[in-house]
C-alpha cells in the first residue's frame, strides 16, 4: 500500500521564480492538504482539496495555487517566489465523505530553497 | 497563525524515563491530534482525542484532554533514543473541516 508521495525532494529557485510541487495520496484517499513548514516552526495549513475543488484555504497570499486532478494526485504552484518561501512543503492525504477520517497521512516533504 | 503552543520547547531526558509533553490552543476544536516529526521530513500521527473525550492511550502513549483550560498533554512512557523527535500537537476545528492547525513543537532528546 503505497504512502503519500511527493516530488521532487529538493528544489532550488531564484527569487522571482515559479515552482511546482507534485503530491500522490494514499491509496484509497481522495483528499489532499499542503502545508509549509519553516525551520524550526509548526506546520501552517495553505489549502485542502476535495473534489479536484479548493475547499479550505490558510493565511497565505494568492501566489500560492493548486490543483487537483481527477486522480486525486495535487500540485502546488508557488508564483514570484520570495526569500522567504524557503521552507519545508508537505502534502497531506486523508478521507472524506461518510468514511471522513481526521487523521492525516504526511509524506516526506519538498525542500524548497529561494536564493 | 499557529494555534497551539507546546511546552516544553525542548526536552532532554534518558532513556527509560517518562517524557510529558503540553499543548494548549486558543478556540473550540472538534478534535486534537499529536503528530511525530525525525530530523525535518514528514509527519506521523500518533493519536486523535475527540472533543468529547478525555484520555486515551496508545501503547506507550497516553493523552489527555480537558477542553475548560484548552489543554493537553502527551506522555510518552519508558522512552527509548528512538523516540528522539519533534512532536506537535494540532487541532482540527469544526469550522474548518479537516484542515489541521499546529503547534510550533516539542523537541525531544532521548540519550542512551
Known amino acids: 500500500d503505497a504512502g503519500v508521495t511527493q516530488s521532487p525532494t529538493h528544489l532550488i529557485k531564484t527569487r522571482g521564480q515559479q515552482v511546482t510541487l507534485r503530491c500522490s495520496p494514499k491509496?484509497?484517499?481522495?483528499?489532499v492538504s499542503w502545508y509549509q513548514q519553516a525551520l524550526g516552526q509548526g506546520p501552517q495549513f495553505i489549502f485542502q482539496y476535495y473534489e479536484e475543488e479548493e475547499r479550505q484555504r490558510g493565511n497565505f497570499p494568492d501566489r500560492f495555487s493548486g490543483h487537483q486532478f481527477p486522480n486525486y494526485s495535487s500540485e502546488l504552484n508557488v508564483n514570484a517566489l520570495l526569500l522567504g518561501d524557503s521552507a519545508l512543503y508537505l502534502c497531506a492525504s486523508s478521507l472524506e465523505g461518510v468514511r471522513r477520517s481526521y487523521e492525516q497521512y504526511f509524506g516526506p516533504g519538498t525542500r524548497l530553497t529561494v536564493t | 497563525s499557529q494555534q497551539g503552543e507546546e511546552d516544553p520547547q525542548a526536552l532532554s531526558i534518558q532513556e527509560g524515563e517518562n517524557a510529558t509533553m503540553n499543548c494548549s490552543y486558543k478556540?473550540?476544536?472538534?478534535?486534537l491530534q499529536w503528530y511525530r516529526q525525525n530530523s525535518g521530513r514528514g509527519l506521523v500521527h500518533l493519536i486523535l482525542i475527540r472533543s468529547n473525550e478525555r484520555e486515551k492511550h496508545s501503547g506507550r502513549l497516553r493523552v489527555t484532554l480537558d477542553t475548560s483550560k484548552k489543554s493537553s498533554s502527551l506522555l510518552i512512557t519508558a522512552s527509548r533514543a528512538a523516540d528522539t523527535a519533534s512532536y506537535f500537537c494540532?487541532?482540527?476545528?469544526?469550522?474548518?473541516?479537516?484542515?489541521?492547525?499546529f503547534g510550533k513543537g516539542t523537541t525531544l532528546s532521548v540519550s542512551s
Open positions: 491509496s484509497g484517499h481522495d483528499t
Open positions: 478556540t473550540s476544536i472538534n478534535n
Open positions: 494540532a487541532t482540527a476545528h469544526n469550522q474548518a473541516g479537516t484542515a489541521l492547525i
